[in-house]
């Protein structure tokens, strides 16, 4: 929230002086989250359960974030273009719907047909697309002509 206030009040120019922003984010945000890892005492517990990986997770995880997107606003570089291709744009477009589905009676209905060694991760994927493609996005047209209309 804060990288976007900054951008939408143009108040960027400290964050567009550095170089390597994409670089420095991601590599924060994996190194961190080994870090957080570290604080794990068993298999069966998370190491933001404790002090230290908590503080990790809340207080420098955020920043690697932030600067990992500003370097994905920002600097042109392979990651970006990858992240904005078409199937990556479709897979984030049916992202709702697929959360809508892999925790409810879809998942279960598939899983009960067959279980694949993914467990259903692809299939679930596949109706989640056509999810979109079939309701979600002509509902979303409809409704932004109908604004158009009314406004």
Not at 11 to 35: L, M, S
Not at 85 to 96: H, I
Not at 99 to 104: A, E, M, P, T, V
């Amino acid at each position: 929230m804060i990288l976007a206030n900054y951008i939408r009040n143009n108040k960027t120019v400290f964050i567009q002086k550095f170089r390597f922003k994409t670089f420095i984010g991601f590599a924060g945000i994996f190194i961190t989250t080994y870090c957080i890892g570290l604080f794990q005492p068993n298999a069966f517990a998370q190491g933001s359960d404790q002090v230290g990986g908590m503080i990790l997770q809340l207080l420098v995880l955020p920043v690697f974030v932030a600067i990992a997107l500003a370097g994905l606003i920002y600097e042109q570089s392979w990651l970006q273009k990858f992240f904005s291709s078409r199937v990556l744009v479709l897979l984030g477009n049916a992202s709702f719907a697929f959360y809508l589905i892999h925790i409810s009676y879809v998942n279960i209905k598939v899983k009960q047909w067959f279980l694949l060694p993914d467990r259903n991760f692809v299939v679930l994927w596949l109706i989640a697309i056509v999810l979109y493609l079939a309701v979600e996005k002509p509902v979303y047209n409809g409704y932004r002509k109908w604004v158009k209309k009314t406004a």
